[in-house]
């Protein structure tokens, strides 16, 4: 009975010893594979940061051109309100001078009138000098309509040109924020 039982405690620790080195094969298998899994992931991971990077250098390049387009249209438009403000001065300043011109040239036109009464005997003269002044007026008129409507024009100019600079600094603002 003792050599029965010695043979089942060699039976039990031959198996127990087989079930060890089973184990521990598998152990070994599985750390491997948790190796080559982490080694995998790694590369992934690594690979999917220079991408990133990638991307991120690519989209930064992108924004600061974009960025230095618009602040160059900016400035562009800038200039062009600023001409546009000046040459809408320079048309006030014609328009002001071309009213008054008018108003003068009334005032002579009615006090050629009113001589015309005093002197009859003149009439041929005078007749001619108000055909002239008739003539001036009819030009300062239409030099005033012509700057009237350079005038509008300016404004038009002026008023798109706002807008478009609104639009401009609103999406440079949009895209510095980002």
Do not use: F, H, P, W
């Not at 982490?38 to 991120?56: D, G, M, P």
């Not at 690519?58 to 602040?71: G, N, P, Q």
């Not at 700057?147 to 002026?158: C, D, F, P």
């Amino acid at each position: 009975a003792l050599r029965d039982a010695e043979a089942k405690l060699a039976n039990a620790q031959a198996a127990l010893n087989q079930l060890r080195i089973d184990m521990e094969n598998r152990l070994r298998e599985k750390d491997e594979e948790i190796e080559n899994i982490r080694k995998s992931s790694a590369r992934v991971i690594e690979e999917l940061q220079r991408t990133l990077i990638e991307v991120e250098t690519r989209y930064k390049t992108e924004i600061s051109r974009i960025k230095k387009k618009y602040e160059t249209d900016i400035r562009e438009l800038e200039g062009a309100l600023d001409n546009a403000n000046r040459a809408n001065a320079e048309y006030l300043k014609q328009i002001k001078n071309l009213q008054g011109r008018v108003k003068e040239l009334e005032m002579l036109l009615d006090e050629e009138r009113r001589g015309a009464d005093d002197l009859r005997n003149q009439l041929a003269v005078s007749e001619r000098r108000r055909v002239a002044l008739g003539q001036e007026l009819e030009d300062a008129r239409s030099l005033l309509e012509a700057a009237e409507r350079g005038r509008k024009n300016a404004e038009n100019e002026l008023s798109e040109t706002s807008v478009r600079l609104s639009e401009m600094t609103l999406m440079v603002t949009s895209l510095t924020n980002d």
